[in-house]
T-cell receptor, first 114, second 120 residues
């Protein structure tokens, strides 16, 4: 049972364009929503994250929009660059006494053409 | 130090071999994780250690044996693996429990670069 649905599966954007990746979740126990960026052959790296009581968070060219009532959140990459070409995973975290349990979306492979 | 270091980066082994993957962090994190990632798929949780004790085993086959010798080290011992076990194995760490208060990002996972395992 997939608890975090991510779309699109792949995305091609021209340099300077806006990349938008969407995620939807079901479990209201999730309390934090990170996005990870992964380059080929590397581990996922935390890109940006948002709390459910905040509707938007911006860090440089990266913005998360969060709609708690709709249980949806999205990543916007402004002025997309070829160096942004990577796989992006949204995730939802549920904290437990034993650690943080992350549920990942299926990933979006972003290609930014020069 | 804000890194999770994994060794080796690449490992090729036969189905009868015994090998180990190693992970190290010096961020004071008391939760450590092993994930498995197949190509073009998200990471899948395998094990979680909290305070050096195994707290979560996601029904992983016994040919994978985790070990946490101390708060900074995490090992994954491999024995009698199958070709379908070939994958990128990721180690991660985080603060534990309710550190940082509710809705805090304090214990979001930090991943290592992974160990690429090929089973022949």
């Amino acid at each position: 049972q997939q608890q975090v649905k991510q779309s699109p599966q792949s995305l091609i954007v021209q340099k300077g364009g806006i990349s938008i990746i969407n995620c939807a979740y079901e479990n209201t126990a999730f309390d934090y929503f990170p996005w990870y960026q992964q380059f080929p052959g590397k581990g996922p790296a935390l890109l940006i994250a948002i709390r459910p009581d905040v509707s938007e968070k911006k860090e440089g060219r990266f913005t998360i929009s969060f709609n708690k009532s709709a249980k949806q959140f999205s990543l916007h990459i402004m002025d997309s660059q070829p160096g942004d070409s990577a796989t992006y995973f949204c995730a939802a975290r549920r904290r437990e006494t034993s650690g943080s349990r992350l549920t990942f979306g299926e990933g979006t492979q972003l290609t930014v053409n020069p | 130090d804000t890194e999770v270091t994994q060794t080796p980066k690449h490992l090729v082994m036969g189905m009868t071999n015994k090998k180990s993957l190693k992970c190290e962090q010096h961020m004071g994190h008391r939760a450590m994780y092993w994930y498995k990632q197949k190509a073009k798929k998200p990471p899948e949780l395998m094990f979680v250690y909290s305070y050096e004790k195994l707290s979560i085993n996601e029904s992983v086959p016994s040919r994978f044996s985790p070990e946490c010798p101390n708060s900074s080290l995490l090992n994954l011992h491999l024995h009698a693996l199958q070709p379908e076990d070939s994958a990128l194995y990721l180690c991660a760490s985080s603060l534990l429990g309710l550190a940082g208060g509710p809705h805090s990002g304090a214990n979001v996972l930090t991943f290592g670069a992974g160990s690429r395992l090929t089973v022949l």
